[in-house]
């Protein structure tokens, strides 16, 4: 993901949120680069969208992601992609509110 200086703005404060707290600025990029690395992950294993700028990109400013945070099945595969969604869920809600946007991510039980 290509960061804008708008964009890299904004993932500074999500990165600071999440607890990266890095005095030295190549290691702070490095930490931002893997932190949205790992939130583009769980955006394509939960099948929303293609990264996760592209989940929460102002040209979807209706869309709300829907994901399923609950699970009755004891299959291991079933509680991982619970977990994951569990995950972008949260990451979703906490750039949403850095952003001040109302939006949160509907979870689905």
Known sequence: MILSANKLTNNLRVCYTLGIQINNTEMK???ITDTFKKFDQ?????GCFEDFDDLV???HHSY?????VKCNSKRKS???QVIKNNRLAEAYDLY???MGD??????AG
């Open 102 to 107: 109302t939006r949160r991510a509907y979870r």
């Open 29 to 31: 990029m490095k930490h």
């Open 78 to 80: 079933d509680i991982e």
């Open 96 to 98: 949403m509110e850095l």
């Open 64 to 68: 709300t992601p829907s994901l399923r």
């Open 57 to 59: 990109n102002k040209r």
């Open 42 to 46: 769980l955006t394509r294993d939960c």
